[in-house]
């Protein structure tokens, strides 16, 4: 068990529809990051949430949002959904205390599995 | 061409044999090397982390990073079947923006008891 927490475990909605993710990280760490992973794209990166503040973003489509909250869990949003929505996401959490050179280690959550019919 | 290049196997080898695992990468700005464990379904857990070059070895386990020819490996000594896994290599830059991380497709590793 990493210590990150995701619910739900599996989502089933149909297209147009908007469903919220949720993560809350491991005791301590302030760093948040989102991942996506489909069988044809593998594991990529969508964003990153430092002590609510977004600090990167990646291959996020703009139908996709997140924010981090003051106790440090954070939320994915997804809207508008399209059949190729369907894949499993992760958040991973890490200390990250702020400094310009980082030697932290990501931990992962179980993941919620994402089904748009 | 993708930043991180890994061979997606699939990989069966008997039980006790010596498993390796390769990676390649094309950014130079990539600083940390991981290898991460996947069984079916579930998260991604963290075995090996090393920055820059060099080996570092846990166990069974063995890393190497190699930036002059931007290629990683993971040796796996006398492999079990719980080991049978997804494998996935990660690297990540140092500052700011550069956290994230970039993973490879995986390989798929089977040991036959």
């Known amino acids: 068990d990493s210590g990150v927490t995701q619910t739900p475990k599996h989502l089933i909605t149909a297209t147009g529809q908007r469903v919220t993710l949720r993560c809350s990280p491991r005791s301590g760490d302030l760093s948040v990051y989102w991942y996506q992973q489909s069988l044809d794209q593998g594991l990529q990166f969508l964003i990153h949430?430092?002590?609510?503040?977004?600090?990167a973003k990646g291959n996020i489509l703009e139908r996709f949002s997140a924010q981090q909250f003051p106790d440090l869990h954070s939320e994915l949003n997804l809207s508008s959904l399209e059949l190729g929505d369907s894949a499993l996401y992760f958040c991973a959490s890490s200390v990250e205390l702020g400094l310009a050179v980082s030697t932290d280690t990501q931990y992962f959550g179980p993941g919620t599995r994402l089904t748009v019919l | 061409q993708k930043e991180v290049e890994q061979d997606p196997g699939p990989l069966s080898v008997p039980e006790g044999a010596i498993v390796s695992l390769n990676c390649t990468y094309s950014?130079?700005?990539?600083?940390?090397f991981m290898w991460y464990r996947q069984y079916s379904r579930k998260g991604p857990e963290l075995l090996m982390y090393t920055y820059s070059s060099g080996n570092k070895e846990d166990g069974r386990f063995t890393a190497q990073v190699d930036k002059s020819s931007k290629y990683i490996s993971l040796f796996i000594r006398d492999s079990q079947p719980s080991d049978s896994a997804t494998y996935l290599c990660a690297m990540s830059g140092i500052t700011g923006s550069a956290r994230q991380l970039t993973f490879g497709s995986g390989t798929q590793l089977t040991v036959l008891p």
């Open positions: 949430y430092y002590n609510g503040e977004e600090r």
């Open positions: 950014n130079s700005a990539f600083q940390y």
